[in-house]
């Protein structure tokens, strides 16, 4: 076991150990949990909330719609829109 030390802006430095372990990169994401009184870190993995098809669609909807200044809500009526104009 290791002891590490709890920093200023409420920082904790990962031994190089467990770091190598877990084969984890710089700007890697957690999450963070207690679990009786233990502090869990759990590395997560974000994906992406649009496909590479989705995010040319609204690059074409932007371009298409600016001047006309359609109004779309965001989330369910904002893809609906999307999953409409895709061609």
Known sequence: ??????K???QI??????????????QELFAVDIENN???????EL????????LKAIDDIVEREKKK???VTA???FLKYIKKNLT
Not at 16 to 23: G, H, M, P
């Open 8 to 10: 200023a802006k409420n």
């Open 38 to 44: 233990y502090i869990k870190l759990i590395p997560v």
């Open 47 to 54: 994906k992406p909330r649009y496909t590479a098809k989705q």
């Open 69 to 71: 200044a359609k109004k």
């Open 75 to 77: 989330g369910r009526e």
């Open 1 to 6: 076991m290791t002891i590490t030390k709890l």
């Open 13 to 26: 430095t990962l031994p190089s150990a467990i770091v190598k372990r877990l084969n984890l990169k710089p």
